[in-house]
T-cell receptor
Framework: NAGVTQTPKFRVLKTGQSMTLLCAQDMNHEYMYWYRQDPGMGLRLIHYSVGEGTTAKGEVPDGYNVSRLKKQNFLLGLESAAPSQTSVYFC????????????????FGPGTRLTVL | AQSVTQLDSHVSVSEGTPVLLRCNYSSSYSPSLFWYVQHPNKGLQLLLKYTSAATLVKGINGFEAEFKKSETSFHLTKPSAHMSDAAEYFCVVSPFSGGYNKLIFGAGTRLAVHP
């Protein structure tokens, strides 16, 4: 049981390049999330998905797109990278989003460190 | 509006002394509350969670937190710090509103433990 995995672990891009970050979970969770972490700002939600084939915008969605073609995978795309997107990206998943903490606890991947030059 | 405030951005303690990381939240509803820990260059790991079953919540590695509704606080404590506790800690609130329960993260508290 690997939990939540992310690829790649590190990436350096030039401004204007594109890339896709892959998140995979093997816990059969319905809900998946992409966050970015910047110093002193905690984690901010980029996009999330409440099930296969569905996605929704979070707090900071601009410049990113996502897809959830399979329940276990959640992809984050940057179409034209900008230096402001230099960050650490975390994927997470949860069983549910309703009810108490037993149901909406989120499980996190190890992160992807992205630098845009 | 829901929010969470971690009152200290940095806390420094000596090994073997108590740890107190402070967290206040605001929520219009009965929240779920979590503490996560992040070791350098690692992902986030759940320390403990408040499920409304008990106000004193015990977590992993000897940490515990007490939910105080009157003070809207969920402070994290540990009786005796260990060098391996050096990490960043995030207080997280998930306000239950009947719809999507997004997680709201505090800015984090970096804990340093000195020999």
């Amino acid at each position: 049981n690997a939990g939540v995995t992310q690829t790649p672990k590190f990436r350096v891009l030039k401004t204007g390049q594109s890339m896709t970050l892959l998140c995979a979970q093997d816990m059969n969770h319905e809900y998946m999330y992409w966050y970015r972490q910047d110093p002193g700002m905690g984690l901010r939600l980029i996009h999330y998905s409440v099930g296969e084939g569905t996605t929704a915008k979070g707090e900071v969605p601009d410049g990113y797109n996502v897809s959830r073609l399979k329940k276990q995978n959640f992809l984050l795309g940057l179409e034209s990278a900008a230096p402001s997107q230099t960050s650490v990206y975390f994927c997470a998943s949860s069983y549910s989003v309703h009810g108490g903490a037993d149901y909406n606890e989120q499980f996190f991947g190890p992160g992807t460190r992205l630098t845009v030059l | 509006a829901q929010s969470v405030t971690q009152l200290d951005s940095h806390v420094s303690v000596s090994e073997g002394t108590p740890v107190l990381l402070r967290c206040n939240y605001s929520s219009s509803y009965s929240p779920s509350l979590f503490w996560y820990v992040q070791h350098p260059n690692k992902g986030l790991q759940l320390l403990l969670k408040y499920t409304s079953a008990a106000t004193l919540v015990k977590g992993i590695n000897g940490f515990e937190a007490e939910f105080k509704k009157s003070e809207t606080s969920f402070h994290l404590t540990k009786p005796s710090a260990h060098m391996s506790d050096a990490a960043e800690y995030f207080c997280v609130v998930s306000p239950f509103s009947g719809g999507y329960n997004k997680l709201i993260f505090g800015a984090g508290t970096r804990l340093a433990v000195h020999p």
